[in-house]
């Protein structure tokens, strides 16, 4: 019964492949993110969609697209892997009221 | 959003109260005082948050003085498990889309 669940939790990918990372929360929440946590451990906002609306995006480079198919779910897509885009991925949601984000486990993704 | 200072880490005997410090001089009339921790390899947790008045909950209790520009995050009988980053956030309350920023936060660690 896990709130914000991320598939996968591990990747490992070669240079310039397209992966996705699948994220799904059971709250009932309308906004969900993504961040990304790189090796310096400074964690940062990528983007946030509200009701299945992009609302937040955070100069990412366009290889990076959000798909939100419902509220529950906001897919990362990320095209031509580099190997600056080694990180952890979190997503995250929260509620209409009050402003506390609940975070997913992350998704560790290698680009060798 | 108003910038946060917190020293880089603490130690913390086991079943103390670790008290966590956090500055935030600039900090505007509306704007909440959020905590949330990081064990390894985990997402952000949740802690507490609060805007004028000394919060508690089953986790922590949170101190804000009275000119709003420090708090201290509070646990009361730190754990082995307590031993995380904490990270002490500003930020306004919003409609939704909360693009929380996090610093580097405090590496507190719980001693036996």
């Known amino acids: 019964d896990t709130a914000v669940s991320q598939t996968p939790k591990y990747l490992v990918t070669q240079m310039g492949n397209d992966k996705s990372i699948k994220c799904e929360q059971n709250?009932?929440?309308?906004?969900m993110y993504w961040y990304k946590q790189d090796s310096k451990k400074f964690l940062k906002i990528m983007f946030s969609?509200?009701?299945?609306?992009?609302?937040i995006n955070e100069t990412v480079p366009n290889r990076f697209s959000p798909k939100s198919p419902d509220k529950a779910h906001l897919n990362l897509h990320i095209n031509s892997l580099e190997l600056g885009d080694s990180a952890v991925y979190f997503c995250?949601?929260?509620?209409?009221?009050?402003?506390?984000?609940?975070f997913g486990e992350g998704s560790w993704l290698t680009v060798v | 959003d108003a910038k946060t200072t917190q020293p880089p880490s603490m130690d913390c005997a086991e079943g103390r109260a670790a008290n966590l410090p956090c500055n935030h001089s600039?900090?505007?009339?509306?704007?909440?005082v959020y905590w949330y921790r990081q064990i390894h390899s985990q997402g952000p947790q949740y802690i507490i948050h609060?805007?004028?008045n000394n919060e508690t909950n089953e986790m922590a209790s949170l101190i804000i003085t009275e000119d709003r520009k420090s708090s201290t995050l509070i646990l009361p009988h730190a754990t082995l498990r307590d031993t995380a980053v904490y990270y002490c956030?500003?930020?306004?309350?919003?409609?939704?889309?909360?693009?929380?920023?996090f610093g580097a936060g405090t590496i507190l660690r719980v001693k036996s």
């Open positions: 995250a949601s929260s509620p209409p009221v009050g402003n506390t984000i609940y």
């Open positions: 600039t900090i505007s009339g509306n704007e909440y």
């Open positions: 709250l009932g929440h309308d906004t």
């Open positions: 956030i500003v930020r306004l309350h919003m409609e939704y889309g909360n693009k929380l920023v």
């Open positions: 969609y509200n009701n299945k609306e992009l609302i």
């Open positions: 609060g805007l004028k």
